[in-house]
């Protein structure tokens, strides 16, 4: 054989549901995060049975990943903090699992719980 054919295109392909799963379970993990914000199913989620993650909106130009989150506070945590550590959470987490470089994590206060 020669050296040409031996060569093997491979690629990979990753769903924009596993990067969602994986920032979910990345701001499960702060303290004095809810949760994430939630957003109504689209008519396409609802004939699929697929799942709604919630507000995160994920953009994915050449390897790059620009990701963007809304989240809902525990009462009495400090919004600065808990956004950065979500920030610091979710880029750390998304270039260790997945080897993708994250430009940015723009997130966004949407509420606060109270119990």
Known sequence: MTEGSKKVEKSLHISQDVIAQIITNSVEEIDGVYGIAPVMKTPRQLWFRQENF????????DDVLSVSIGIILDNG???VASAEQVQ??????????????VAKVNVTVCGVHFE
């Open 77 to 79: 945590s400090k919004a």
């Open 88 to 101: 610091e959470k979710i880029k750390s987490s998304v270039q260790t699992m997945l080897g993708l470089t």
């Open 54 to 61: 919630g507000n995160i909106r994920i953009g994915l130009v």
